[in-house]
């Protein structure tokens, strides 16, 4: 399946944070880049994340803001 | 000004597509990432941005989905 | 690739709504539901989608609201 | 009042999990479509949100990704 | 119909911009605030929102970032 | 820095809430209106916030809906 949203990071996940609904993950994308994402333990379990995956980290366009 | 947004990203705006309210800016984060951001033309303007600018890509943590 | 969002709901494709930066795409879910999506018009490309399509809505469960 | 978000489907809560700040709420709104939503703990309570409760899962256009 | 959106501001509409697809909408909440919000013109026209309408801004809790 | 997001409402920090992973933060913005704000715990500990803190919160246009 190939998905709409435009940026797609490859990388890998280098710490994942339990809490009780929710759950933070660290994905190192390279470049001293590290994105951090937070998504449900549910999906944490689901996908069989851990420490060391090769992962992509996906945001929409309409989330990313500019700084200047 | 400090964000609580966790995901800053320094990188060069490659291209700017502007449309009739929205307008599309491409950044080019290094390590062969690009980041597609989707803004109001309203805040092109404000902050001047222009091809070559060297600029911060920002997400929100939530708005990060994992693939794998 | 399987995406740690929560809902993906399978549907066709009933109409497509071509801005100038972005595209307004509606999704027959069935049992009456439609979903209306706002994604880029390159997305629209890039996917080649078209009326008629079978695809599938994406979203992350943070941006489920509950009304009651 | 009516809101301006394009998605509003109604269905039936399945299961509430409670975090700590957040909680997970599950929709059925049939066809076999189920809707994962988080939204913050105060918000269940506000609504008194519980299993059985006929509601309705509300999201944003700009929020809907598309898989093919 | 109540939603779990934890920040409903009333406020007066200002501008309204028509894009192709979306558009965006000032609202003045008092105080010296002014809420931006781009939404897709079909909800412009199926609330038929017009200047000096009396209406609600509405955000998701999770949509919200702190600056310091 | 400046960013892209339109909405930046200056305010005081009334509370703050942590979970295991997420915290919510109440900012009263004056004229009545509070800003309930979903962020890491992380973020809470960078930016070192606390009740009484004057911050600023920030909304991207796109995730603003209008209720009428």
Do not use: C, W
Not at 6 to 13: D, E, L
Not at 31 to 51: A, R
């Amino acid at each position: 399946m190939e998905i709409s949203a435009r940026n797609k990071f490859k990388g890998t996940i280098e710490e994942i944070t339990l809490g009780s609904v929710m759950a933070k993950v660290k994905i190192n994308i390279g470049n001293g880049n590290v994105i951090s994402s937070v998504i449900t333990i549910e999906s944490v379990t689901d996908l069989k994340l851990k420490v060391g995956d090769v992962v992509y980290a996906i945001v929409k366009s309409t989330e990313v803001m500019i700084g200047k």
